[in-house]
């Protein structure tokens, strides 16, 4: 599973013990519980939804679901949105190789998206400080920080509460090795360093393989493993980054010798195998918006196995690593100091051992039981938002951009007909056929 299917695989298991709950998607889901319904529904087919719709008193929703499902969008039951992935600035990195007019199609959807949620819920998740930060200006521009919500409380804590990702309550068990003795070129007693998830535009992942450059000749004994070279979802292009970080680890020599990728998803429950075979766990970004107010899921499972982490400086996690001592933090796109950062976390044995005393009281805190609590307890006691009325009311109301527009129709000839047409004036019959055969695509696999 990729992050958000994570969270709100999490999200049922702490509200069952509460509610009566039902996951409610159009991919298939593959896991059951005993504890809550997972149900599959068709795409767009807002009929099969609408049942699910009056069933619920409470409706949490992430993504698209107010574009996919019509009686999501209208619905007057009290919706939370989980605003945890701030994905609008995903696509200023995952698309700016695409041609402009796509580009700011994609961004402008996400936008579009985001605004409907921050224009309807009653109550919105965030993850970091940081992601109140950003999402309270959200809300203030969209008229939500009014004279109502803030009678109902100053703070507006309860409009838009903390809920971080988290970590399982039981430690991680190896079943069998995944990395070392395992993968061909990394022995039993390598020291392994472990990019725990995709390689994905808005990270740096050739810094990382330019600092084992520097290390291949002095330190051949440690290797790096990327765990998930390519995205299990196929309606997730291949990045330029994972192009460019395979290049640079041919061009230095290093591919198969100290630098290794998976390419095959692990699955969800397997993870523990390749975690525990790590020494350390390395997360690197470039500077951009993305990176101010991400999240980064990884770093969690570096938590739950109690791995010291390695990461670049200037997002959220980079406080917590420097701030607890769970870790060394470095400048971004800098080799030398990510190389002498790596050697001393896998060498120095004090400053392990000080990262492994304070990683035990990190992952404390990191429960997915404290993390969700705050949400466990709106879900218990739901109550509409204080400007409900005045909400509906503009809802109703609001307009948008021509394309934002087009996307808010329902499903059919009419909106298929307005978004060739839209995609026609912004790049010609060449970006319809491309449109035309991503769609086909997708209703294939589905």
């Not at 919706?79 to 995903?90: H, I, S």
């Not at 765990?227 to 230095?252: G, K, Y």
């Not at 770093?299 to 769970?326: H, K, M, N, Q």
């Not at 026609?424 to 491309?434: D, I, T």
């Amino acid at each position: 599973m990729a992050g958000p299917a994570i969270r709100v695989w999490n999200m049922a298991e702490a509200l069952s013990a509460a509610c009566d709950v039902r996951i409610v998607s159009w991919n298939r889901i593959e896991r059951t519980s005993d504890l809550f319904d997972t149900v599959h529904v068709r795409e767009a087919d807002d009929r099969q939804m609408r049942d699910h719709e009056a069933w619920a008193d409470v409706i949490i929703v992430q993504g698209t679901s107010f574009r996919v499902f019509p009686s999501i969008a209208q619905t007057q039951k009290i919706v939370v949105a989980d605003l945890y992935d701030p994905f609008q600035l995903e696509q200023l990195e995952m698309n700016k190789y695409a041609p402009p007019a796509e580009w700011a199609d994609e961004v402008t959807k996400a936008v579009s998206l985001l605004n409907e949620q921050l224009a309807r819920a009653d109550c919105f998740l965030c993850a970091s400080e940081a992601q109140r930060n950003l999402w309270l200006g959200g809300l203030s521009s969209m008229g939500r920080l009014n004279p109502t919500t803030y009678s109902d409380d100053p703070t507006f804590e309860s409009l838009l509460r903390l809920v971080p990702f988290g970590v399982p309550g039981e430690p991680p068990v190896q079943r069998r090795h995944g990395i070392k003795g395992t993968v061909p070129g990394i022995a039993t007693d390598d020291k392994v360093l472990i990019w725990g998830g995709g390689i994905y535009n808005w990270f740096d992942p050739v810094t990382l393989v330019e600092a084992m450059g520097l290390l291949a000749d002095e330190h051949p004994e440690i290797k790096l493993f990327f765990l998930s070279a390519r995205h299990f979802n196929p309606d997730i292009p291949e990045m330029q980054a994972l192009t460019d970080t395979v290049e640079s680890a041919e061009r230095l020599g290093l591919l198969d010798r100290t630098v290794f990728f998976n390419d095959a998803w692990v699955d969800y429950e397997r993870r523990a195998d390749y975690l525990l075979d790590a020494d350390i766990g390395v997360s690197t970004h470039l500077i951009h918006a993305e990176t101010r107010f991400a999240f980064r899921t990884r770093i969690l499972d570096y938590l739950w196995a109690e791995l010291p982490i390695v990461a670049t400086d200037g997002d959220s996690f980079a406080t917590l690593i420097r701030d607890r001592g769970i870790g060394r933090v470095v400048p971004a796109q800098d080799a030398p100091a990510l190389a002498a950062a790596i050697v001393e976390m896998v060498w120095d044995e004090d400053a392990r051992r000080v990262a492994a005393d304070n990683l035990k009281a990190v992952r404390e805190e990191f429960m997915w039981s404290r993390a969700l609590a705050p949400l466990v307890a709106f879900c218990t006691d739901p109550k509409p938002a204080p400007d409900r009325d005045l909400v509906l009311r503009r809802v109703s109301a609001v307009g948008g951009t021509t394309f934002e527009r087009i996307l808010a129709m329902p499903r059919g000839p009419r909106r298929d007909f307005a978004l060739v047409r839209h995609y026609w004036k912004q790049g010609g019959p060449a970006l319809v056929r491309k449109k035309m055969l991503t769609r086909r695509e997708r209703l294939q696999r589905d």
